[in-house]
């Protein structure tokens, strides 16, 4: 039997997200190939060609002036020129965050790295990604979504961009405020990537994309911040397609936010809640990056109901159909995403619970964030008369099926099934390592391989055609129909035939309210699983 792999929350979640700067700058692949020449509307950039997938790379290059000394807590500027040219062979730093029993990163690190087949071939989608972390921790070079292999393989330009995290990212608190109503809002981070967006409608055509047809993609916080994106009139016009994986519209209100910043303050030193506005806020601006990630109380951040970024009215938007930015939408949950919480294999938080305690909570909590963060926003969304098609799946790969079997090995099948993030290495056909180091030889092995093949390049093919044109429908594969609250086709479910390996692409017909859901819930389920649920689903729209 293959031994347990047990990790903390941040050290697992990091390594999901890549790991610290150093290790991230030695996984690179170093080329003889000659340096591929880029001028942006700033300066040059030298890229290069990866030496295992023939595609073209440019990584660490900025898109905005560094958020540091007086721009800490500011909205991004533009990227400064610069003379000559800037060696973008190396991603940048991370944002600091917590990660490995450490603060990592730098506050200088808003930089974007860009991947294209090594063609003469233009006018490109452009496929962004924003990648995942509870808006705590994560990278945009991350060893499960690296994007050389979509750019191959889907004939697609990659962007993937950093953002601010923690509290330099998402920080309301008004003794900050200089009249300024972008800086004012608080929301940094999401600000950073529609920053992102905008250097990418001014540079992109550089490398041979399409500024016309952009597809957002992102991955739980990724996806979170997406979804703000729709909310945003600042991001109109930016980008033209998106897709959620395992996301929540969930956004916070001004008194949320005003009590997350006092208690980050109280954590780095109680006695400045007596100090004046001003001493306040040179207190902040004088702390350290370091202090500031230790201090934070908050392990998920979400953006605020600014006004600004986001209007006062946040998600009631989208069931009122107000929301500005009405693309074609891709959105979809893994059948087990809480397995990645109370799994022993994974981060193991109900040690003290039965195995048979730890599947009720997975079971319902992981239905809840399908029912809310899939089928309820599908449905809201689709009810709006101008709003593009919704396309909507199920990921179902590690889950056991009809007979009880699973593609996992005989150690892990009855206690992990498709878990949060198991997705995004479908997505990217990254298999190197399970979130760590050579966690392939327990999970992703020789024998469900042709599988996990089968299965991505499928969900390749639809993602692909989506970004294209913004239908994922491709020849040879099961019509994926769009989300329709008065039809039976709901959601494409996506797994493996484990009698021949071959992708399993099957419709799903019913549709799940967190309403219903929590009626549910009461009637079927007893404490304590039941008293966890709930404290699960209140934290996790927290």
């Known amino acids: 039997m293959k031994r347990l792999i047990v990790l903390s929350l941040t050290t697992l979640i990091w390594a999901c997200s890549g790991g610290d700067s150093d290790s991230v700058n030695s996984n690179q692949e170093t080329s003889s190939a000659p340096p591929i020449t880029i001028e942006l509307d700033s300066g040059t950039v030298v890229g290069k060609v990866h030496s295992e997938s023939d595609v073209l790379e440019w990584l660490g290059i900025p898109y905005a002036q560094p958020p540091v000394g007086e721009l800490r807590w500011k909205a991004p500027q533009p990227v400064a020129a610069w003379d000559g040219s800037i060696n973008t062979q190396v991603a940048g730093s991370v944002c600091p965050q917590f990660a490995g029993g450490e603060v990592v990163g730098d506050e200088d690190c808003l930089h974007i790295n860009v991947w294209r087949p090594n063609t003469e071939e233009t006018d490109l989608p452009v496929y962004v990604w924003v990648h995942p972390g509870s808006n705590t921790i994560g990278t945009n070079y991350s060893f499960i979504a690296l994007g050389d292999r979509i750019a191959q393989d889907s004939n697609v330009i990659v962007v993937a961009m950093s953002y601010r995290l923690g509290a330099l990212g998402w920080l309301y608190f008004e003794p900050l405020h200089t009249g300024d109503a972008l800086s004012d809002s608080g929301n940094f981070g999401l600000l950073d990537i529609i920053q992102g967006l905008d250097w990418i409608q001014n540079n992109i055509g550089s490398f041979g994309g399409d500024v016309d047809n952009v597809i957002v993609t992102g991955e739980s916080a990724g996806g979170a911040n997406i979804m703000s994106l729709l909310l945003s009139g600042h991001a109109s016009g930016l980008f033209h397609k998106a897709i959620i994986q395992s996301g929540s519209p969930v956004v916070k209100s001004l008194d949320e936010a005003r009590n997350q910043s006092r208690q980050l303050l109280e954590n780095l030193d109680s006695s400045q809640l007596m100090l004046s506005d001003h001493e306040q806020a040179q207190f902040l601006m004088n702390t350290s990056a370091s202090e500031l990630v230790l201090a934070q109380s908050v392990k998920a951040l979400r953006a605020f109901a600014d006004g600004t970024v986001i209007p006062i009215a946040g998600t009631n938007l989208f069931e009122t159909g107000m929301y500005p930015n009405k693309v074609p939408i891709i959105v979809?949950?893994?059948?087990?995403?809480?397995?990645?919480?109370?799994?022993?294999?994974?981060?193991?938080?109900?040690?003290?619970?039965?195995?048979?305690?730890?599947?009720?909570?997975?079971?319902?909590?992981?239905?809840?964030?399908?029912?809310?963060?899939?089928?309820?926003?599908?449905?809201?969304?689709?009810?709006?008369?101008?709003?593009?098609?919704?396309?909507?799946?199920?990921?179902?790969?590690?889950s056991k099926n009809e007979d009880g079997q699973s593609p996992y090995p005989d150690f892990a099948k009855d206690v992990l099934g498709a878990h949060h993030v198991l997705d995004v290495s479908f997505v990217f056909g990254y298999w190197d390592r399970w979130f760590t180091e050579g966690g392939t030889d327990y999970f992703f092995t020789e024998e469900n391989a042709e599988g996990r093949e089968n299965l991505s390049n499928a969900i390749t093919a639809y993602f692909a055609a989506f970004a294209h044109t913004g239908n994922p429908n491709v020849a040879n594969q099961t019509s994926w129909e769009p989300f329709a609250v008065d039809g039976d086709f709901k959601a494409l479910e996506l797994d493996v035939d484990l009698n021949d390996n071959s992708a399993k692409l099957t419709v799903d017909t019913e549709v799940l309210s967190s309403e219903d859901l929590l009626e549910k819930l009461t009637a079927e389920v007893d404490d304590p699983a039941l008293s966890i649920v709930q404290e699960e689903i209140l934290r996790w729209q927290d």
């Open 332 to 398: 979809g949950s893994t059948k087990d995403e809480f397995d990645f919480y109370v799994s022993p294999l994974v981060l193991n938080s109900l040690p003290d619970h039965s195995q048979e305690v730890r599947n009720d909570v997975s079971r319902y909590v992981s239905d809840f964030w399908r029912a809310y963060g899939v089928d309820d926003f599908a449905t809201e969304l689709s009810s709006a008369p101008d709003q593009p098609d919704i396309y909507a799946y199920r990921f179902n790969w590690g």
